[in-house]
């Protein structure tokens, strides 16, 4: 732990050993198999033995089905529903998870050996020029200061969330579904996971997002949450807008390359649709008018997350 710019900024001391020596792994529900066999803490840190689950992952290229993507979510919704109401120690907070990727914390990161930061810092800034201005104030405001929507996400239902729910740690079975590295799991609203579950595996999923958005409603049932889920679009620009698909084309086109191509399911689109919350009382009030309902895919991100 700490050992990687991801963990120092979530100040992970131990989190993923911690969850099964505290016994929270334990309590998962049967459909989710962490892989996890043993953990435990020394002087030097903290140490995980693990199954090797390797083969049993999803391939990078892997498509899914709405039917494979619902059972998914309704694995996600068993753990919501397993902790719900439930705060967790030493979890990722609301304000270190909406910070993770923020201008200020990737250009503290730029200089070290973590290709990532690099990349968020230039994605930014294309960002910035690439979608409304209500939408970049909206989520730059978020980030310089985190404390009001982490306010606003609080009061929302709380529950175990895993945080980091991409196809890389993920593996559908017959009869389980693998979930793994916990390194980031904290404490929020379930629509949290949802929003990153969509923008990281939006893009391989036969479905429209608002197909995939009626879904997890309906498996979620009484844990979704409108205001919770609205909220949830904002913060998840905070860490995944710079890593758009319209924040690349537009600087491949700026260098001259010719691959720059505008898609219905960009990120600019997501984020006019998605991120215009209404945070009353909290100095983030930005609404914007509905324009008319349009379906499409979820883009790609430009880089593997």
């Known amino acids: 732990s700490g050992d990687d710019w991801v963990a120092r900024v979530t100040h992970d001391t131990g989190r993923e050993a911690s969850l099964w020596t505290n016994g929270l792994l334990a309590r998962m529900p049967r459909e989710i198999d962490h892989a996890v066999l043993a953990a435990g803490r020394e002087e030097t840190g903290t140490w995980l033995l693990m199954r090797d689950v390797s083969d049993e992952l999803l391939p990078p290229d892997r498509r ?22 439930e705060r ?34 230039v994605g930014w800034e294309v960002f910035a020029e690439a979608v409304p201005e209500d ?28 945080n980091d729910l991409r196809g890389a740690n993920l593996g559908l079975l017959s009869d389980r579904t ?31 997002r608002e197909q995939l958005v009626d879904d997890f ?40 390359s010719g691959r720059g191509r505008s ?16 945070l009353e009382g909290c100095g983030l009030a930005h609404r914007q008018r509905p324009g008319p309902k349009e379906e499409g895919r979820v883009a790609r991100p430009s880089f593997d997350l």
């Not at 899914?64 to 059972?71: A, I, M, V």
């Not at 929507?149 to 969330?161: F, V």
């Not at 904290?186 to 036969?206: H, K, M, Q, S």
């Not at 309906?218 to 319209?246: F, I, K, N, Y």
Request: one cysteine or more.
């Open 135 to 162: 939408v970049s104030t909206a989520v730059f405001g978020a980030m310089e200061d985190p404390k009001p929507l982490a306010r606003e996400l609080a009061r929302c239902t709380a529950t175990l969330i895993h």
């Open 263 to 278: 898609s219905r399911g960009g990120w600019s689109g997501c984020a006019g649709r998605w991120s215009c919350c209404e």
């Open 88 to 121: 967790i120690g030493g979890a990722c907070s609301l304000e270190d998870r909406i910070m993770i990727a923020a201008p200020a914390t990737v250009a503290g990161e730029a200089e070290g050996v973590d290709y990532l930061p690099k990349m968020l810092t």
């Open 64 to 85: 899914l089905t709405r039917e494979e993507s619902r059972r998914l979510l309704e694995t996600f919704a068993a753990m919501h529903r397993r902790f719900a109401g």
């Open 178 to 208: 693998i979930v793994i590295d916990w390194g980031m799991a904290g404490t929020g609203p379930c629509e949290l996971d949802f929003a990153w579950y969509l923008f990281v595996n939006g893009w391989r999923i036969d479905a429209t």
């Open 217 to 256: 409603r309906d498996v979620a049932a009484d844990l979704c949450d409108p205001r919770a889920l609205e909220l949830a679009w904002l913060g998840q620009l905070c860490w995944h807008a710079p890593c758009s698909r319209t924040s690349s084309s537009r600087r491949a086109t700026r260098n001259g």
